[in-house]
């Protein structure tokens, strides 16, 4: 299925699975048109939560309803929406995805038993998908700063969806005109391919600096916003509001080529993930 510019709106999203969810959830919106991304929107999730609610439940609902309301939107997630192989088969030595998600909340009851149990598959090790190692991602899917993201994402976001099919997950589903489209990215091996991956999340006017380097740069290599959004996204010192704009960057390259995947990848790609950077 063919993607053309400005028919499908972007949002990159920095994802967060902690508690302080509707706080560390940044979404940043906007269209391609001439080959840039013009973003129109960047917000923390919890300017859309119905009620004003603050617990990480009612964020993830608003994350959720937001998808599904987007019509023909693709999310750039920032988080893990599979495991390694080797984690995932549990014997199985050709394991199918869309079981492995719609099964993920009955195997795994909350996010600590996930960890335990991944460390005790891989004891000593922290097992990489080979997306990760070929994007260069910080971190294993389970590793302590990213098991919360990996656990919420599929087990609140992904796997309602899927089990609704009110959005397709590429590249392991098949894409719908009709339906959303949600993708994997990762901001740092974004930053890091662009050769941008300093450190740029803290207070210190060191970070500052390097949080307008990198806009500076993204704004050079395709990406326009409002001096609002900009200054937003300068002042975030946790850096979740640039990373939502890293992402929405990444999955606004990533688009072109959507159609091509799924007869163009090999076949761990559409069980383990595939990373857009």
């Known amino acids: 299925m063919m993607y053309t510019e400005g028919q ?3 949002y990159g999203v920095d994802f967060s699975g902690s ?3 509707c706080s560390k959830i940044w979404i940043s919106e906007g269209i391609v048109n001439d080959g840039i991304l013009d973003i129109s929107a960047c917000y923390p999730i919890s300017e859309i939560v119905i009620g004003g609610a603050k617990d990480r439940d009612s964020c993830l609902h608003a994350m959720r309803h937001l998808i599904k309301g987007s019509g023909k939107g693709i999310f750039g997630m920032d988080f893990p929406f599979s495991l390694p192989h080797e984690l995932l088969s549990s014997g199985n030595s050709h394991p199918e995805w869309k079981s492995f998600i719609t099964d993920f909340p009955r195997r795994y009851s909350s996010a600590e038993q996930f960890r335990e149990e991944m460390r005790s598959l891989a004891p000593g090790n922290e097992l990489k998908r080979l997306t990760d190692a070929e994007v260069k991602a910080p ?9 919360r993201q990996t656990y919420f994402g599929i087990c609140e976001v992904l796997g ?3 089990i609704e099919d009110s959005a397709r997950v590429l590249p392991m589903q098949e894409p719908a005109h009709d339906k959303a489209w949600l993708i994997e990215v ?6 890091k391919k662009e050769g941008l991956y300093i450190p740029y999340k803290g207070k210190s006017s060191r970070e500052s600096e390097a949080r307008k380097y990198i806009l500076e740069e993204m704004l050079d290599r395709g990406i326009t916003l409002s001096s609002c959004i900009r200054e937003a996204a300068l002042k975030n010192t946790d850096g979740d509001a640039l990373d939502s704009i890293i992402a929405a960057f990444a999955t606004s390259k990533a688009v072109m080529q959507l159609h091509l995947l799924r007869e163009s990848l090999p076949q761990i790609y559409l069980t383990e993930g595939y990373t857009f950077f």
Do not use: E, G, W
């Not at 294993?140 to 990213?146: A, D, E, F, G, Q």
């Not at 990762?186 to 930053?191: G, M, R, V």
């Open 139 to 147: 971190f294993c899917v389970y590793n302590l700063r990213l098991y």
């Open 186 to 191: 990762c901001p740092a091996s974004t930053l």
């Open 8 to 10: 499908r709106r972007i």
């Open 19 to 21: 508690k302080t969810a």
């Open 160 to 162: 309602p969806l899927v």
